[in-house]
């Protein structure tokens, strides 16, 4: 954080979401950033997975419901 309190996204969480692709289940190979915001929304009612997957899927979900996904969109080009 700097000295205002602001929360500033870190790039290298965004830059690694930008890259992971879902591992398993109906979207298995498609980026998370990609993800259908129902399908992370149905995972943070049954409870995300363990470990690095798990807090990535809620960065996405964070970043998702939020309206936040502008975040992504330079990210798209790598």
């Not at 993800?35 to 409870?47: A, T």
Request: aromatic share 12%; proline share 9%; hydrophobic share 40%.
């Amino acid at each position: 954080m700097n000295q205002k309190n602001e929360c500033v996204p870190d790039p290298t969480v965004l830059l690694e979401l930008a890259k992971m692709k879902m591992p398993f289940g109906k979207y298995k190979g498609r980026l998370l950033i990609d993800l259908p915001e129902p399908y992370v929304v149905w995972f943070s009612r049954k409870g995300f997975p363990a470990g690095k997957l798990g807090d990535m899927l809620h960065t996405v979900y964070e970043i998702k419901v939020n309206g936040l996904e502008y975040l992504f969109k330079p990210l798209r080009n790598l």
